[in-house]
Structure formats: C-alpha cells, structure tokens
C-alpha cells in the first residue's frame, strides 16, 4: 500500500479535520495533538500499512512511522486544515494555555522545540564526522581552504542554534517570531562576540554583563523566548493603540537585549554550566553504574520520545566537554537493536517477517534510526528486545569504565562511528569499535539463543482439542472428506496465514476468510473444478466459485489495481468452465516489484460466512499440486 493510501487511513482513524488540533513529526513520529483521543481505536491504527506502533506522549497521540515519515506527513497535511506548527502544543484543546504538571509541560516545550531541529543537526553532525574521517586518513589537511568550508557546513546548524531555537520557541509561545530571532542573533551578533573575547570587563550603561559566549547555546534563548511571551502581553497593555507600531518593537527589542545580557543570558549560561557539571560529575564517580543504565534502558526512552525530547540539556553539556552519557549509551542500543533484528530475520521462517526484520536491521545498524527495529520487531517479540537491554547493561559497564567519549553529535551507528575518532586520544575509538563489535554480537547470539515467540503462520485444525500435532489435525479434516472440501494453492510459493498481509482489507478479512501465498512463479492455476464468476477489468483480480459452492477470489498483489492490468495476461474469461489445473493468469512478478508493488496474493473465500470453518493447511510451501486450506 502507498504511502499516500495509508496517510488517508491514519487520518481517517485519527478522526480526520474535525479531531485534529494539530500535527507535526519529528524524525520518525507523526505527532497530532488530538482533540478527543478517546475516539482513536489505537488498534486499527496499528494495523495500517506503514505503520509500527503508537505512542501517547505528553498529550501528543503520536503514530511511529519510520524514515519515511515525511512522506506521509506531506499526504496527511493535505487532507485537511489543521495547524502544523508546534504554536497548538503551548494550549489546550479550548485554546487556553496548557497546564498539567510541571514535568509534562517542560518535556513538551522541549521536545517541541527540539524536534524540527533535529533533522539539521543530524546532517551537521555527519558532515563533522565525515571530516574527522577524512582528516585522520590524512585525505584532507586540516589548514586547507576546503576544509575551513566545509567546516563552516557542519558547524551551522550547532553555532546558530540560537536563532534556530527562537524560531521553534516563539512558534511554541506565540511570540512574535522575528522579534524572537533578533533576540538569538543579539546573543551571537560578532561585535558582542569581539567584546567578550577582548577578556575585559563588559558593563551595558553601569550594568555588569556577564563575558559568556552564546553561540551554540540552547538554555539561554528557550528562557528568553519564554520571557519575550509575558513581555509582549504587557507591552499590548501599556503601549497606546495610536503609537504601538512604533514604540512597542523599541521597547520589545531594547528590553529583551537589555535584559538577555544582563539577567536571562548568565542564568542560562550558568544552568548549562551546571548541567556540564553533573554531567562531568556522573563520568568522574558513577560511570560505571550509570552507563549500563542508559545503554540498557535507551530502547525504552526512544519508545517514549524522550531521547530527543532531552537533547537540548545533553548538547549544553556536550558543548563543554565530549559528551560520555547519552551518544556512547545510544552507540550500544543502536547497534543492539540492529543486531537482534537481524537475527530475527536469520532465524524466522516466514518470509514477511525477515523482510520487515532486515530492513529495521540495516535502519538501526547504519543509520542509527530504531524505531523499525523497536516497533516493528523487538518490542513486538520482546526476547529480542531483552537480548539487546542485557548487551546494553554489559557494554555500557565497559564504557563507564574506560569512559568513552564522542567528539561529534551524530546519531550513533556504523556509518557514523568516526564521531568516537580524537587523535589525542587513539584509544577512545578503539573502544568504540569493540562496544560496537560487542554489542553485536552478544545481542545476536542472545536473540538466537533465547528465541522469540513468533506469531503462528499456520492455522490449527477443526478439533481445537488437537492442538498438540498438526498433522494429527490435517488427518481429522481428511476423515471428514464428506463435509470438507479442499482448495488448492493456485501458485507455487510460500503459504501464509491471512492476518498476516500486509492490507487491513484482507488481514481483517473483511471480505472473508483464507489465506495468502507468496507467489515464486508467474504461472496462477485453477484451485478447484468450477466457472470463472468474475474477470476483474485491470486483470489484477479474479472471482471464481468451485462446483461445491466456495466462492473466491484470487488477488494477485497488494494496490496492484494501480498497474491497470500492464502485468498480466488473463487467459480466461468471465463464465468460462475451469477444471482444476487449468492456467488462469500468467503475472510478470518481476514488473510488479519493480513498479514498487508486494506480490503477496491473497486467497479469499468471500462467501467464509456460509461455512463452519476455513483451515489453512499446515505446510508452508506449496503448488498448485498441494492443498492451500480446506472449507468446513
């Protein structure tokens, strides 16, 4: 299913227009502000194509998506009129000021101010190790002119992280958003730069300003966009209406400058310096019980937002010392979650789930994005998910001790591991490299051994009672020939059980009960001796009812009605008499996964109501010789 099918199912869910307050996404989440959550069934919701898993988060309904969550956020946004600026999360579903208590509305202003930013810091993080590599290897000289440049693209998005933050913050407030980036550009304008790395006393008209340097700051400019938002609401008030175009942007701007320097500015400067310090204070006497801590426990915080959501006070304290917590924590659970996924996909049998696993697999491994792995994989089977925690804790014991360090903000993974590189101190990204190395393959090794508690493909038979042998089932259906038919597979491929595609349509049989093969050949065959009901016109579908009275239809492929029946070569007609083995269809799989199409084909008894029972068979390879299910 498209991207653009799935956006109108999750907005349809969500309780469209009407429901929405507001939405925003970060890197992987689409997060609405809904205004009755109550109306969502967070279980249809999962079901949607594309979609991992949800998450209620600080008043937020948030639908985990993936690295493809712009793409539907861009369809969603289109269906209807609804704000998607942070400004809605500030107030409530009346329009009134959000209250709640003071930990839901810190982590909310954070998160919401952090997340738009998250996607430029990533990119200037990267090209930062790009350039560590490329220096080390000695590709590069750290004096050339190239260098200097492209220094200057990485370093943007951290040095000007005070005009960026007032941006998001004042959408946040509703402060007049360009009064809040002169504010930011105050803190970072060069000549007050010059005047504090003069190293002499600084005073503004007898005040003491405090010589601190606010580039790539983050706690100054959120205290004082938050203060801009009382400021302008008493300036509303004081300022005469006749002369409040001119006098109130002087004095917005001259009181803020005024009182950014003098007051807010060091207070969020020595608030950073705090957080430095107990930062530097865990690395100096609790490394070792707080590294195992974060590693292990980090797929929980990025199940809960927070890893992003708390950014702004681990970039403050990265910028006064090599960040030794929550990149070195993240390098572990990444690499982990990559690995228990791949051997998942390793170890399964069904073909769908090693698809979804080896995907999330190289997601977490060399993009450090997890959420597929988490949502779509480990949390799903949870052993996985305790393999990578317990490789976590015993990592992150080996990083509290040797205290490693990253020298760049960047998500952590293989393709970024140069961001542990410092050529004063060579072994810092020797012990990244084992973390890595370890990480890996203790989660392997511990998802293979303790196994996971995969969902059946294969359906028991009639008499539950049996449960213990499935061929001992198969021989119970057989000795009832009389009240039970069979249907043959119309296609070699790989048998599955039907709420297992991936179309809600048909995984909640909404037309009916069956099954679904994974065809390995183009060639589709008659399933029984019957007429063919039903051509459909893109030849992607057909309808046939068996002599015994099963209706069916035979669904080449998901959405492949789009292809308009390019595909497929039809080699019957509507009416026509079939016996059992006769060639319906021949379908070019390969043009269909080429135009972005799954090829699973559905096995449908739409009239299942009119049965007892629809049983799949319990093999999970079959042809057009081997019985797909049988009707009771």
Same mark, same amino acid.
């Given at each position: 299913m498209s991207a653009k099918d799935s956006a109108k199912q999750i907005y349809d869910e969500v309780g469209g227009e009407a429901n929405i307050n507001y939405l925003t996404h970060c890197v992987t989440r689409l997060r609405f502000r809904l205004k009755d959550e109550s109306k969502v069934d967070d279980e249809k919701v999962k079901q949607i194509p594309g979609v991992m898993g949800i998450n209620h988060q600080n008043g937020q309904y948030q639908v985990i998506i993936g690295n493809a969550v712009s793409d539907y956020y861009d369809q969603v946004v289109k269906l209807g009129k609804f704000p998607t600026d942070e400004s809605a999360d500030a107030t409530d579903n009346t329009g009134n000021e959000k209250k709640g208590n003071l930990f839901d509305q810190f982590t909310s202003f954070i998160s919401s101010c952090m997340s738009p930013l998250i996607p430029a810091l990533i990119g200037g993080g990267m090209i930062k190790v790009i350039l560590i590599l490329l220096t080390t290897v000695g590709w590069m000289s750290t004096k050339s002119q190239t260098y200097t440049i492209i220094s200057v693209f990485g370093d943007a998005p951290f040095y000007f992280l005070p005009i960026e933050l007032a941006i998001t913050a004042s959408k946040y407030h509703k402060v007049n958003q360009m009064m809040a980036v002169i504010a930011g550009a105050i803190l970072i304008h060069p000549d007050f730069i010059s005047l504090v790395n003069s190293g002499k006393t600084i005073h503004l008209m007898g005040l003491p300003v405090?010589?601190?340097?606010?580039?790539?700051?983050?706690?100054?400019?959120?205290?004082?966009?938050?203060?801009?938002?009382?400021?302008?609401?008493?300036?509303?008030?004081?300022?005469?209406?006749?002369?409040?175009?001119?006098?109130?942007?002087?004095?917005?701007?001259?009181?803020?400058?005024?009182?950014?320097?003098?007051?807010?500015?060091?207070?969020?400067?020595?608030?950073?310096?705090?957080?430095?310090?107990?930062?530097?204070?865990?690395?100096?006497?609790?490394?070792?019980?707080?590294?195992?801590?974060?590693?292990?426990?980090?797929?929980?915080?990025?199940?809960?937002?927070?890893?992003?959501?708390?950014?702004?006070?681990?970039?403050?304290?990265?910028?006064?010392?090599?960040?030794?917590?929550? /990149?070195?924590?993240? #390098?572990?659970? !990444?690499?982990?979650?990559?690995? +228990? %996924?791949?051997?998942?996909?390793?170890?399964? @049998? *069904?073909?769908?789930?090693?698809?979804?696993?080896?995907?999330?697999?190289?997601?977490?491994?060399?993009?450090?994005?997890?959420?597929?792995?988490?949502?779509?994989?480990?949390?799903?089977?949870?052993?996985?998910?305790?393999?990578?925690?317990?490789?976590?804790?015993?990592?992150?014991?080996?990083?509290?001790?040797?205290?490693?360090?990253?020298?760049?903000?960047?998500?952590?993974?293989?393709?970024?591991?140069?961001?542990?590189?410092?050529?004063?101190?060579?072994?810092?990204?020797?012990?990244?490299?084992?973390?890595?190395?370890?990480?890996?393959?203790?989660?392997?090794? /511990?998802?293979?051994? #303790?196994?996971? !508690?995969?969902?059946?493909?294969? +359906? %028991?038979?009639?008499?539950?009672?049996?449960? @213990? *042998?499935?061929?001992?089932?198969?021989?119970?259906?057989?000795?009832?020939?009389?009240?039970?038919?069979?249907?043959?597979?119309?296609?070699?491929?790989?048998?599955?059980?039907?709420?297992?595609?991936?179309?809600?349509?048909?995984?909640?049989?909404?037309?009916?009960?069956?099954?679904?093969?994974?065809?390995?050949?183009?060639?589709?065959?008659?399933?029984?001796?019957?007429?063919?009901?039903?051509?459909?016109?893109?030849?992607?579908?057909?309808?046939?009812?068996?002599?015994?009275?099963?209706?069916?239809?035979?669904?080449?492929?998901?959405?492949?009605?789009?292809?308009?029946?390019?595909?497929?070569?039809?080699?019957?007609?509507?009416?026509?008499?079939?016996?059992?083995?006769?060639?319906?269809v021949v379908a070019d799989l390969a043009a269909i996964k080429k135009a972005g199409y799954d090829t699973v084909t559905p096995l449908v008894v739409t009239n299942s109501k009119e049965f007892v029972e629809v049983v799949p068979n319990e093999k999970t390879t079959v042809d057009n010789g081997t019985v797909a299910f049988y009707v009771v």
């Open positions: 405090t010589a601190a340097s606010y580039s790539s700051s983050v706690i100054p400019i959120l205290l004082i966009v938050w203060a801009m938002k009382y400021l302008e609401k008493f300036l509303d008030k004081v300022v005469p209406a006749s002369f409040k175009s001119i006098l109130k942007p002087l004095l917005e701007i001259f009181i803020v400058g005024v009182v950014s320097l003098v007051i807010i500015g060091p207070i969020g400067t020595w608030a950073g310096e705090l957080l430095s310090g107990i930062v530097l204070l865990i690395q100096k006497h609790a490394a070792w019980l707080a590294m195992p801590l974060m590693a292990a426990f980090m797929p929980l915080i990025v199940m809960t937002g927070m890893h992003w959501a708390f950014s702004p006070i681990f970039l403050a304290a990265s910028f006064a010392t090599p960040d030794s917590l929550i /990149l070195p924590a993240m #390098l572990a659970a !990444n690499i982990g979650q990559g690995a +228990a %996924s791949l051997a998942v996909a390793v170890k399964t @049998k *069904n073909k769908n789930t090693r698809q979804v696993a080896s995907a999330a697999a190289v997601s977490a491994l060399l993009a450090g994005v997890t959420e597929p792995a988490l949502y779509g994989v480990t949390l799903k089977y949870k052993k996985p998910l305790y393999a990578s925690m317990i490789s976590g804790a015993i990592t992150g014991l080996f990083m509290g001790i040797v205290n490693l360090r990253s020298f760049a903000f960047a998500v952590p993974s293989i393709l970024s591991i140069p961001q542990f590189v410092n050529n004063k101190i060579p072994s810092n990204f020797i012990y990244a490299i084992i973390v890595l190395i370890a990480s890996f393959i203790i989660t392997f090794v /511990l998802t293979m051994v #303790l196994g996971f !508690n995969e969902e059946p493909q294969v +359906a %028991s038979a009639t008499d539950t009672d049996s449960k @213990k *042998n499935n061929d001992v089932a198969a021989t119970k259906i057989e000795s009832g020939a009389k009240e039970t038919k069979k249907v043959y597979s119309p296609v070699k491929g790989e048998l599955i059980t039907l709420d297992s595609v991936n179309d809600p349509t048909f995984a909640q049989k909404m037309l009916g009960d069956g099954v679904a093969v994974i065809p390995e050949d183009n060639n589709f065959y008659a399933p029984f001796d019957g007429v063919v009901e039903t051509v459909f016109p893109t030849k992607h579908a057909i309808g046939l009812k068996s002599d015994t009275g099963i209706e069916m239809l035979i669904h080449i492929g998901l959405d492949t009605v789009e292809l308009k029946g390019e595909p497929y070569d039809v080699k019957v007609k509507d009416k026509q008499r079939i016996k059992k083995g006769d060639l319906l």
